[in-house]
């Protein structure tokens, strides 16, 4: 059961142009989400989080955007850089049934963006 | 300040053999994950421990693998029996007590012959 779903293995950006990353997820119980970027060979890096009192999040040329009525979050990058080129993760965590936040991340499959000089 | 180091960075083992997987949180972090990432998939959660004791144990895919946190700082994750379905990158993260976004290591990555 994928509770957390990125529907796009790739994504190829120009340089310069918008880059969207999307995310889907299906549990309710879910009500913080972060996005992290991972190199080869290294860990995931956070890039930016929201919570779900809340519906965007900016920090730099990274936007989250949450529409929790769709359970659908995005990551928009602008401009795109080729430093960018990366698989991204969106990553889940909730409270569980007695109202306790917990710390389990659940993530997607990753999405591969290559953002083309 | 320095982040999650993890210790060692490849290890290969015989399949029924017995390794242990270091990480090192960042100071002051009070909360340690242990998750797994076989190539294609994202990272899959394994453990949480805040503080000494383990709060979520419920990704341990078995009674192979166990994990401790003494002294609520360094952690080792431990498998006894390894098999070769246990080949993947073991990360570790720390974070402070959650929800906060969670600090990564740089992974050991496991291949069990």
């Known amino acids: 059961d994928q509770q957390v779903k990125q529907n796009s293995p790739s994504l190829s950006v120009q340089e310069g142009r918008i880059s969207i990353l999307n995310c889907d997820y299906t549990n309710s119980m879910f009500d913080y989400f972060l996005w992290y970027k991972k190199y080869p060979a290294e860990g995931p890096t956070f890039l930016i989080s929201?919570?779900?009192?809340?519906d965007k999040n900016e920090d730099g040329r990274f936007t989250v955007f949450l529409n929790k009525s769709a359970k659908h979050l995005s990551l928009h990058i602008v401009p795109s850089q080729p430093g960018d080129s990366a698989v991204y993760f969106c990553?889940?965590?909730?409270?569980?049934?007695?109202?306790?936040?917990?710390?389990?991340?659940?993530f997607g499959q990753g999405t591969i963006l290559t953002v083309h000089p | 300040g320095a982040g999650v180091s993890q210790t060692p960075s490849n290890k290969v083992t015989e399949k029924g053999k017995y390794v242990e997987l270091r990480c090192d949180p960042i100071s002051g972090h009070t909360a340690l994950y242990w998750y797994r990432q076989s190539l294609g998939q994202g990272p899959e959660f394994l453990i949480y421990f805040q503080g000494t004791g383990a709060a979520d144990d419920s990704g341990l895919p078995n009674d192979r693998f166990f994990a401790v946190r003494p002294e609520g700082s360094v952690s080792t994750l431990k498998i006894q029996r390894t098999e070769r379905g246990d080949s993947a990158v073991y990360l570790c993260?720390?974070?402070?007590?959650?929800?906060?976004?969670?600090?990564f290591g740089p992974g050991t990555r496991l291949t069990v012959l």
């Open positions: 990553a889940a965590s909730g409270r569980n049934a007695g109202g306790t936040s917990y710390g389990k991340l659940t």
């Open positions: 929201i919570s779900s009192i809340k």
């Open positions: 993260a720390s974070s402070f007590a959650p929800p906060r976004e969670q600090f």
